[in-house]
């Protein structure tokens, strides 16, 4: 493309520090270095990790540009790049897979030591692609979407087929791979089993559709807010509760309902109260409970170690636990054969400069997830 190996200006969504709005204006974009890749985005969703950081939740520095779950069109590769070329379809990859750290090179493990986890906010040299009123401004998660172009490391990026629609796969980008493959890769759900899931928003939704996938019998969705209710019960929970209803604690609720506990409980909120609650909802011996929701960096939990001695297990994970470049190319052909549903996820689709709105619809719980198009 003509923009090769130019700086390219362009709008993105600055944030310039904790509980300040997004700020649209324009950016320029550096081309990229050996190993790296440009992206035009074409598609990008809000997920409430991103809320976390405007909120001083997650660890961050500032300026920033956030934004984590996206498809786009590369524009131009720098030197030595081989996984893709300009002109194909892509999906930014949050986290990376290097195919050389011990955790890349372990059958099991996906947390690739390239992942930016605790918020370095800088490329593989140590320094940003990004300018903003003639200051750097730095990345999140290695990835940036927020922005019209975008530059990753070739590690973190995924070639995925040419019809694939961005306005719907960016969401295997982050929420729907998230969610489902917590259920059906981390917690390995088992078909006949009794599944809580706590929190329904786009994630939490993505649990119950890999815990139905799976097979579960039973899918209790818990919320505080009930006008998530009707979409987890479309996607496949039996049943919901919300916490506020009763005096009981949530968990002996549940452990009530259940017979004893469930045989997999899922936190997909990102509060410690609700982690503690997630587990202790789980079967006092054979259970297992995963952490999804991101916990806020600065605290620290406090539970009763007994919940663990007497048998559950507890678990977490980070993208669903999937390997990110090998699996989202096999994510989106599964969405191509209608494997899965992404449509019921997505409740808003908003021009790019109207994010700020996209923002607040998510803290005021109306939205599941909205799509910015660029
Ligand atoms: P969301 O805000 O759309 O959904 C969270 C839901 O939790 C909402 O429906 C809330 O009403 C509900 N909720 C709030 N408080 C409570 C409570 N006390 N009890 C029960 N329900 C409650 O967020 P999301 O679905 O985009 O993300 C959920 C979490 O997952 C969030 O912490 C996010 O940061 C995390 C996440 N983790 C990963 C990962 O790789 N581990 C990836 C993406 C998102
Ligand atoms: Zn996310």
Same mark, same amino acid.
């Given at each position: ?32 270095? =050996? ?112 922005? =019209?172009?975008?530059?990753?490391? =070739? ?11 961005? =306005? ?97 409980? @899922? ?35 406090? @539970? ?30 599964? @969405? ?39």
């Amino acid at each position: 493309m003509a923009t090769a190996g130019k700086v390219i200006r362009c709008r993105a969504a600055v944030l310039w520090g904790p509980n300040q709005p997004l700020s649209v204006e324009e950016v320029e974009v550096a081309p990229p270095k =050996e190993k790296e890749v440009r992206i035009k985005i074409l598609a990008a969703g809000i997920c409430r990790s991103d809320d976390h950081v405007i909120k001083g939740a997650m660890a961050s520095k500032y300026p920033v540009i956030l934004g984590h779950e996206a498809a786009g069109v590369v524009e131009s590769v720098g030197e030595g790049v081989t996984i893709v070329k300009p002109g194909d379809k892509v999906i930014p990859l949050f986290l990376p897979q290097c195919r050389k750290c011990s955790t890349c090179l372990s059958p099991e493990g996906n947390l690739c030591i390239l992942s930016d986890v605790t918020g370095r906010g800088v490329l593989g040299d140590g320094s940003t692609r990004f300018r903003c009123r003639g200051q750097p401004v730095y990345h999140f998660m290695g990835i940036s979407t927020f922005s =019209e172009f975008t530059v990753v490391g =070739e590690s973190a990026v995924a070639p995925i087929q040419a019809a694939a629609p961005p =306005e719907k796969v960016c969401l295997i980008g982050c929420g729907f791979s998230t969610g489902y493959g917590a259920a059906v890769k981390t917690g390995k759900v088992t078909p006949g089993s009794t599944c809580i899931v706590f929190g329904l928003g786009g994630v939490g939704l993505a649990v119950i559709m890999g815990c139905k996938a799976a097979g579960a019998a039973r899918i209790i969705g818990v919320d505080i807010n009930k006008d998530k209710f009707a979409k987890a019960m479309a996607v496949g929970a039996t049943e919901c509760l919300s916490p506020l209803d009763s005096q009981q604690p949530v968990s002996e609720v549940l452990s009530e309902r259940t017979g004893g506990g469930a045989d997999f409980t @899922f936190e997909v909120v990102g509060r410690l109260d609700t982690m503690v609650d997630a587990l202790a909802s789980c079967h006092m011996n054979y259970g297992c409970s995963v952490m999804v929701g991101a916990p806020p960096s600065t605290q620290k939990l406090s @539970f009763d170690p007994m919940m663990l001695l007497t048998g559950r297990t507890w678990k977490g994970c980070v993208f669903g636990g999937w390997k990110s470049q090998d699996d989202v190319p096999k994510l989106v052909t599964d @969405f191509m054969a209608k494997k899965f549903d992404l449509d019921t996820l997505i409740t808003h689709i908003l021009p790019f400069e109207k994010i700020q709105e996209g923002f607040e619809l998510l803290t005021s719980g109306q939205s599941i997830r909205t799509v910015l198009t660029f």
